[in-house]
């Protein structure tokens, strides 16, 4: 047993060894952030939201919401995008990346439903939506039963790995066969729930910026999580092919870099259909006199900054052959989904209040989010690690 | 009480027992443990079961903001009867004529108090008081929204809220066009939204709402909302001059149990401009949209996902 703990668990070496070889800056201050943040957990659970957030009755949803849920599952799209193009439709050019974008998936939606656990009041109650009390009106409900099938969809893709890391391998067979069929249903599923993200704020019309409200917002939604799950791919594939170059085998350079401008052209074709879409949205509604005043001017750099710019970016980049700026633009890309998510979820929702009134989280708050993501991060590292993922 | 019950509520008890004193030093230990929201379920419940419908058609309050005064009694009877925390009389009453008021800011419910008044001015600084409480919505958001479907409209016109369902997730607050839901934010185990029940336990008795019955500026009044609507058009022809053409809560939002009269634009009441098709209805068209493409894409996806299995079967049996 101690050797098998050994062996799996700690790589080959012995416990101090393993230790020692975190005693490193990032390590300590990865250390530091899941402390405060399990700080922040207890004092949430034993005192409850109104002590520990800036949550009130005028803002009911705070960072966690926007952050951990809205922005988490958009960036944790790469399953929906990449592992469909490769599973189900057979682009095996882009194999290498199928495996640790349902990873991300994986790691993605489970840290966010955990960290829903803390935004939600009666926490313990939350399988009453699954099988006790059904509000089928509700757009909540459909997102609970879509992450509740779409964590098991992942769970499906990803256990071949984990099977055969446990050296199970007719376990391993089975779930491999099993794993076509959890990508099929993964597409429904998760493309459901990405528009159904968006749909939640249909309901609260007059309480949102006209330029950010729309009845195409579940469209939005679900194209903005497309192209954040492309972007992540990109990134994920960049940062892991530079850490863990030891890891993969048979890395070709050629290859991966031929596979990224591939993935850069689909980005681009994507981010113009969303450009388009939101600019017939805005002529829809006529809402050009709203790009004036100080939202507009929001809008604009949102809109400017993180779509249109990497547009263009993209487009000089597939053009050069130049990899170094397509992962530049799917920085820019994400750090757009997530200004989008929290900008409709915080900033244009209330936006008509004062400024003194408007909602910004405790140190609380931004601890536990910050304390999610280094959860992330180090679940990731510590299943490529071990797994046969890259 | 079986044993899981009894050891629940023993575990239940003694963490609140625990929790209980950071919270007072808060000073904000009152709001949490509101029982007004589940009495009301249960009477709900009990209803149900003994009495087949209510006869006749729901219940609506007039609401005449020209003849309100500004007293607060209606708050003072509000948190007598549903017993929240309360004040003197007095103390609501002297608020229109004190300097500081409490009406010098625009408030809002909260988990401890179900109606507000707030003070307004028309042009040539005359107050206008203006009472806010649940409107009771013949289409709730609220109810809509819950994901757990915690909310029910009852044929008396009371939208409920069930606390023994609610997940925490606070949804209805966001849904509702009128802000009317509120939390309680202090209670770290057993948090609840509270609102207004239009006294659902008084009007099963025949009762007015307990706002309504103690008003005594004639400016709440209580009845059958086809009658109240009847009324609200009346006095608008009878004295065209005292108010604006409009009855809010009419077709708002797809109607409410809840009207309005007012002198002044609703708008600047602080009241939304609202389409007379509810938000709701966009809900429910999304929910419909999307089921139709889950169905309609799975044929290609399954025939896909079938291609894709025998074309790997045939190259695993190549190697």
Same mark, same amino acid.
């Given at each position: 047993?101690?050797?098998?703990?050994?062996?799996?668990?700690?790589?080959?070496?012995?416990?101090?060894?393993?230790?020692?070889?975190?005693?490193?800056?990032?390590?300590?201050?990865?250390?530091?952030?899941?402390?405060?943040?399990?700080?922040s957990m207890a004092y949430r659970l034993i005192y409850g939201l109104g002590p520990a957030t800036n949550l009130s009755d005028t803002y009911p949803w705070g960072l966690w919401i926007s952050f951990d849920i809205l922005v988490g599952i958009a960036l944790a799209a790469p399953g929906l995008t990449v592992a469909t193009a490769v599973y189900l439709f057979g682009l095996k050019d882009y194999k290498k990346f199928a495996k640790p974008a349902v990873l991300s998936s994986l790691i993605g939606y489970v840290f966010a439903v955990f960290a829903l656990m803390f935004d939600l009041g009666r926490y313990y109650r939350v399988?009453? !939506? *699954?099988?006790?009390?059904?509000?089928?009106?509700?757009? @909540?409900?459909?997102?609970?039963?879509?992450?509740?099938? %779409?964590? =098991?969809?992942?769970?499906?893709?990803?256990?071949?790995?984990?099977?055969?890391?446990?050296?199970?391998?007719?376990?391993?067979?089975?779930?491999?066969?099993?794993?076509?069929?959890?990508?099929?249903?993964?597409?429904?599923?998760?493309?459901?729930?990405?528009?159904?993200?968006?749909?939640l704020f249909l309901v609260a019309s007059n309480k949102m910026h006209p330029l950010w409200y729309s009845s195409l917002l579940p469209i939005f939604f679900l194209g903005s999580a497309i192209f954040a799950g492309i972007s992540m791919v990109i990134l994920e594939?960049?940062?892991?092919?530079?850490?863990?170059?030891?890891?993969v085998k048979d890395f070709d350079d050629v290859e991966f870099n031929k596979r990224t401008i591939g993935l850069?052209?689909?980005?681009? !074709? *994507?981010?113009?259909?969303?450009?388009?879409?939101?600019? @017939?949205?805005?002529?829809?509604?006529?809402?050009?006199? %709203?790009? =004036?005043?100080?939202?507009g001017y929001w809008y604009m750099f949102e809109i400017l900054g993180f779509v249109f710019i990497p547009v263009i970016l993209l487009a000089f980049a597939v053009k050069e052959n130049n990899t170094k700026l397509v992962r530049v633009s799917a920085l820019l890309v994400v750090l757009g989904v997530i200004?989008?998510?929290?900008?409709?979820?915080?900033i244009a929702y209330n936006w008509y209040i004062p400024l003194s009134e408007k909602y910004y989280p405790t140190w609380m708050e931004v601890s536990l989010s910050a304390g999610i993501v280094t959860m992330i991060i180090l679940s990731y590292r510590f299943i490529v690690r071990r797994m046969e993922i890259l | 009480m079986d044993r899981r019950e009894f050891l629940k509520r023993t575990l239940i008890s003694s963490l609140t027992l625990l929790m209980a004193e950071k919270s007072h030093a808060t000073g904000k230990e009152t709001q949490r443990g509101n029982r007004a929201n589940e009495i009301n379920w249960a009477k709900y419940e009990a209803e149900k079961k003994t009495r087949e419908a209510v006869q006749g058609e729901s219940y609506a309050v007039l609401v005449d903001i020209t003849k309100c005064i500004g007293c607060r009694r209606c708050e003072w009877a509000c948190n007598e009867w549903n017993k929240n925390p309360n004040k003197p009389l007095?103390?609501?009453e002297k608020s229109a004529s004190e300097k500081p008021s409490v009406f010098d800011r625009i408030r809002r419910t909260d988990a401890e108090t179900f109606t507000i008044v707030n003070r307004f001015y028309k042009e040539d600084v005359t107050p206008i008081y203006v009472k806010k409480q649940c409107m009771h919505c013949l289409e709730p958001a609220c109810l809509s929204a819950c994901f757990v479907s915690s909310f029910e409209k009852t044929k008396e016109g009371s939208v409920l809220y069930n606390p023994s369902l609610c997940v925490g997730c606070r949804y209805c607050m966001i849904a509702c066009p009128f802000d009317i839901p509120a939390y309680?934010?202090?209670?770290?185990?057993?948090?609840?939204?509270?609102?207004?029940?239009?006294?659902?336990?008084?009007?099963?008795?025949?009762?007015p709402p307990a706002c309504v019955e103690i008003c005594s500026a004639d400016a709440l009044i209580f009845g059958k909302r086809s009658d109240i609507i009847k009324l609200a058009h009346r006095k608008l022809d009878e004295n065209p001059?005292?108010?604006?053409?409009?009855?809010?809560?009419?077709?708002?939002?797809?109607?409410?149990?809840?009207?309005?009269?007012?002198?002044?634009?609703f708008e600047k009441l602080g009241f939304p401009k609202l389409s007379k098709k509810p938000d709701t209805e966009k809900t429910a068209s999304f929910l419909f949209t999307v089921k139709v493409l889950e169905v309609v894409a799975s044929v290609p996806l399954v025939y896909a996902a079938y291609k894709a299995i025998s074309s790997k079967g045939d190259k695993e049996k190549d190697e």
């Open positions: 047993m101690s050797s098998w703990i050994r062996e799996k668990i700690f790589l080959g070496k012995t416990f101090s060894e393993y230790l020692a070889e975190h005693k490193n800056p990032m390590f300590i201050l990865a250390f530091i952030i899941l402390c405060l943040s399990f700080y399988f009453y !939506v *699954i099988g006790w009390s059904w509000g089928l009106s509700s757009v @909540l409900f459909l997102i609970a039963w879509h992450f509740f099938l %779409y964590i =098991i969809i992942c769970f499906v893709e990803w256990s071949p790995a984990f099977f055969k890391w446990l050296g199970l391998n007719r376990l391993r067979d089975y779930f491999s066969k099993l794993g076509v069929w959890a990508t099929a249903l993964g597409v429904i599923i998760a493309g459901g729930h990405q528009s159904a993200l968006g749909a594939s960049t940062i892991a092919h530079k850490i863990f170059k030891n890891l850069g052209k689909a980005l681009f !074709v *994507i981010l113009c259909a969303y450009l388009i879409l939101k600019l @017939l949205d805005i002529t829809h509604y006529n809402n050009w006199h %709203y790009l =004036i005043t100080p939202y200004l989008n998510r929290v900008n409709v979820s915080l | 007095s103390e609501f309680e934010y202090f209670e770290p185990l057993r948090p609840q939204i509270t609102k207004c029940t239009m006294c659902f336990d008084r009007i099963i008795e025949g009762k001059e005292r108010y604006i053409p409009h009855v809010y809560g009419e077709y708002e939002t797809g109607g409410t149990s809840w009207l309005y009269l007012s002198p002044v634009p």
